[in-house]
């Protein structure tokens, strides 16, 4: 009985045991299972030793993805190029980590429409950022603008946008005003961070890849709406990386997505419903 599973602290908010297990209906392999495991940093290595021939692949999220590389036998080009795994694959007693949130990242915003940014600029510097870079290379963009906090938490995801041969410019978020107007703006800010930008952001960009799903709609997303611009939510990039992370655990191409997307739409909404006041 195939065996996967997602890896990540904190975990219980996952929704890739959803999306994973109706990926597995709709394709009639009822032999197989997901879960979801806490797991943190010092605890990924001895987890990864634990596991029998039965397991066929991992989905890894924070605080994960770099330490992976650090512990895989191969790794990706997509993924080594980014500094960060999301997705450790099990063969024949190896361990192979690979990346699909860059594949995530192109599917969301190409679904969307948003195909050809010239001006990009992004929010914050971390693993999903990153990811982003190399999204924004396959599009064909240049240049970008990384937007932080703390210009010295920078210098990995800079580093990666010089391999990924970018030109990157840092400044700092509170004067994102400088840097904008742009035709696309990805904030890769946890829950309600960006919302101090929302105003700033909505009249100045086309439009905007926000990569938080819940709760959602954010103040951000909100404002550009409003605003006229094109917006694009976390759970679009979520539903294509899993659909990816499906064909390579699996092997097969014929992964619905249709089906992955309704199941994963239904559960946050009734997440959202079970959050609401009484």
Not at 176 to 202: F, H, K, N, Q
Not at 231 to 254: I, N
Request: charged residues 20%.
């Amino acid at each position: 009985m195939p065996r996967a599973a997602v890896l990540g602290s904190p975990i219980a908010h996952s929704l890739s045991p959803v999306l994973h297990r109706a990926a597995y209906a709709a394709m009639g392999l009822s032999g197989w299972t997901y879960e979801a495991v806490e797991c943190d940093e010092a605890g990924l290595a001895p987890f990864l030793d634990g596991l029998g021939g039965d397991w066929a692949g991992l989905s890894l999220t924070m605080p994960l993805k770099r330490t992976a590389l650090k512990l895989v036998d191969e790794v990706s080009e997509p993924a080594a190029t980014v500094g960060g795994a999301n997705t450790v694959l099990l063969r024949d007693g190896r361990r192979y980590g690979d990346n699909t949130d860059v594949y995530g990242i192109v599917t969301a915003l190409t679904e969307a429409g948003v195909t050809a940014p010239r001006t990009v600029a992004v929010l914050g510097a971390g693993a999903t950022a990153a990811s982003s870079l190399a999204a924004l290379r396959e599009l064909g963009v240049r240049s970008v603008t990384l937007c932080v906090r703390d210009r010295t938490r920078a210098g990995e995801t800079c580093e990666v946008g010089r391999r990924l041969g970018l030109t990157i410019e840092v400044t700092e978020l509170g004067g994102l005003e400088r840097v904008l107007p742009a035709d696309l703006v990805i904030s890769t800010l946890p829950g309600r961070a960006a919302d101090p930008y929302a105003d700033r952001v909505a009249g100045s960009c086309g439009a905007l890849f926000d990569v938080v799903y819940a709760p959602w709609p954010t103040a951000t997303a909100q404002a550009v709406e409003r605003a006229g611009g094109i917006v694009v939510g976390g759970f679009p990039m979520l539903l294509h990386q899993a659909v990816r992370q499906v064909e390579l655990m699996t092997g097969r191409r014929d992964v619905p997505v249709e089906a992955m997307r309704a199941a994963g739409e239904a559960e946050l909404a009734a997440r959202e419903r079970r959050a609401a006041p009484r």
